[in-house]
DNA sequence: AACCAAGTAAGCGTGATGGA
DNA sequence: TCCATCACGCTTACTTGGTT
């Protein structure tokens, strides 16, 4: 006789288990079907086994522990025990009492917002409802502990997203018919909003008071130029799209339009130039023709609005930044950094401040263009010196560039600290004389180490620059050049790029003015070069011009110079 | 001289990119 | 895929230019 024996079959000789897996309507994403090879051509062997494996199953599939079931199972069994029902009621409703009042609709709304928060509450205890829910929904079914944790997680979801769809249909914003393949859908996809997230959406949030915000925000940690470069640029940009617009209204062309129609028409000095003063925005461009803002300041003020608009973003006022890509294209870029002096013109310089020839000479006004021109300094830190700041490190006269012990003086950056040798020609000429005059001082005045520069005032926010800057840029524009990229500065690139003509590694230049090294392998591995190195390198300066001609000075003795440099405290 | 705004130089952090 | 490098954006400090 024979004995069936379900759920195995041959292939080629070989046994295998077959079972297709019980369909109670919750299996949609598992494997239906499920195959085993026993791993034998004996029959009986094959028979047991399949048994076996048989009993195995049944008693998974009873406890329900033979798999999870998937995510979309539960929402579909949830779609369709409560989400219809609830929606289709709720269409049925709104269809019996007709439009609502505006009364009842504020209230409507409020108290669709209020069972969204309590279910979002819930969401956050444990879901003491949605278990309920979740325990009698899957009552019938094989289920295990994680899928009904699982169910009553989505369940309190849906309750949310169901009271949102109550609180679109009395705002107006869904055709309040009945329930849709839309709904189906947006529940399958677990695409539920918050209560917080609509309310925010709701909020007009507007360009003056979320300005008002960041600033208050950011100002805490900027410094002075940062809060108010954008202020200003915030200010403008207010004016144009007026303070009480809603920020979201505010789109990536709006932006580009502002950038082309009004940030590049501007005129540099718009709010200290008394021309334009009270003058509105739309009125002064309409006005206004000549000289706009360079594209670099426009960059400027476009990046101060960039990181408005990602603060923005961040606190989720806006769901996307429109001012990404607002950067203009900078092609000329040569055209507005600093140039060197020409050959000629730093001949001029210096038969113009030759002591027998300026009015109004002052030692100053010769030495610091020198010093900058054969040590790179910048302005502020030449201006700032103490005499202390003037020292032999074994041997070399030095200048050295800080601020500590100082509390008036100021570097750029950490890596502007640094000690740099005195030219030979500075010593030829004497600037030892006026260091060691300017020492005598300070033994018989007060305690405070005396400035090199006595007659440089510190002024609050500028250093000890002030005065000088004004004076150069004077004389330089009198007597050197109109040209606007020639000006201070121009010493320190002079210095850099001659010294790299000559051949001097990059990090030399850079230790030697202070910048910081960005190759890794001079941060990590490089150690700073020592005296020596620094003034063999620095003697490489060719400036093809003879500074004792020009100035009409003989170069003092080395006998002299070695006498000085003994006078100098050490390091 | 004091003040303000425009403009430039520089560092740092981060995301994109491209090769091993 | 991982890692190093590059490019770019953001922020700050400093310089310059102009007005009152």
């Not at 839309?182 to 997230?197: C, F, P, V």
């Not at 003020?301 to 203009?328: S, T």
């Not at 201006?383 to 003037?390: F, K, P």
């Not at 003015?513 to 300066?541: C, D, Q, W």
């Amino acid at each position: 006789m024979n004995i069936p024996v379900n759920h195995l079959v041959s292939r080629n000789g070989k046994y295998y288990f077959r079972c297709r897996l019980p369909q109670n309507g919750y299996s949609a994403l598992s494997p239906a079907e499920i195959k085993i090879s026993l791993r034998t051509s004996d029959q009986k062997i094959a028979i047991s086994a399949c048994k076996l494996l048989t009993d195995r199953l049944n008693s998974l599939v009873k406890t329900g522990a033979v798999r999870t079931m998937t995510l979309n199972e539960i929402r579909r069994i949830l779609i369709e025990e409560y989400a219809t029902g609830y929606i289709e009621d709720y269409a049925r409703q709104l269809a019996d009492y007709g439009p609502i009042c505006p009364k009842t609709r504020k209230q409507g709304l409020a108290g669709a917002l209020n069972i969204m928060a309590h279910y979002e509450q819930e969401l956050n205890s444990g879901n003491p409802s949605g278990k309920q829910c979740a325990e009698a929904t899957l009552r019938d079914v094989p289920h295990t502990g994680s899928d009904i944790n699982l169910m009553a997680q989505e369940w309190t979801l849906m309750q949310i997203f169901l009271a949102r769809v109550q609180y679109d249909r009395i705002a107006g914003k869904r055709f309040p018919t009945e329930y849709s393949q839309t709904l189906y859908d947006e529940i399958m996809s677990g695409n539920y909003r918050s209560a917080a997230e609509i309310r925010e959406a709701e909020t007009v949030l507007t360009l003056g008071e979320l300005v008002k915000r960041y600033l208050a925000e950011k100002n805490a940690s900027w410094g002075i130029s940062m809060q108010s470069l954008a202020k200003a640029a915030l200010d403008t940009l207010m004016e144009y799209f007026d303070a009480e617009t809603d920020v979201k209204a505010v789109k990536h062309q709006n932006l580009l339009d502002y950038r082309d129609n009004v940030v590049l028409k501007l005129p540099p000095g718009r709010n200290t130039n008394p021309k334009y003063q009270g003058l509105p925005l739309m009125e002064l461009l309409a006005k206004h023709k000549g000289k706009t803002l360079a594209r670099k300041t426009v960059n400027l003020q476009m990046a101060q609005i960039r990181g408005f608009f990602i603060w923005c973003f961040k606190h989720e006022y806006v769901h996307r930044n429109p001012a990404e890509d607002l950067q203009l294209d900078l092609r000329h870029k040569a055209n507005t950094e600093r140039l060197p002096y020409s050959q000629k013109e730093l001949q001029k310089i210096f038969e113009n401040l030759r002591e027998d020839r300026l009015r109004n000479w002052r030692s100053y006004k010769l030495w610091i263009p020198l010093i900058a021109l054969y040590s790179g300094a910048r302005m502020n830190e030449i201006c700032q010196l103490q005499v202390d700041n003037i020292f032999t490190v074994g041997g070399i006269p030095s200048f050295e560039i800080t601020d500590e012990g100082d509390e008036t003086a100021s570097v750029k950056t950490e890596s502007s600290k640094r000690i740099v040798p005195v030219h030979p020609v500075l010593l030829q000429l004497g600037f030892l004389n006026y260091v060691l005059e300017r020492r005598k001082e300070k033994r018989s005045r007060t305690k405070e180490v005396p400035r090199l520069w006595p007659m440089l005032k510190y002024k609050e926010g500028h250093g000890y620059a002030h005065d000088f800057s004004k004076s150069y840029r004077n004389f330089n524009k009198r007597y050197v050049t109109q040209d606007s990229k020639k000006v201070f500065h121009s010493f320190r690139h002079n210095f850099t790029d001659n010294l790299k003509q000559q051949g001097v590694q990059e990090s030399m230049i850079a230790e030697l003015v202070g910048h910081s090294i960005k190759s890794m392998t001079f941060a990590r591995y490089g150690k700073e070069y020592n005296p020596e190195i620094r003034l063999e390198n620095i003697m490489k300066l060719d400036y093809k011009i003879d500074m004792f001609e020009i100035l009409g000075k003989m170069p003092l003795e080395d006998e002299i110079i070695a006498g000085q440099v003994e006078q100098l405290p050490k390091r």
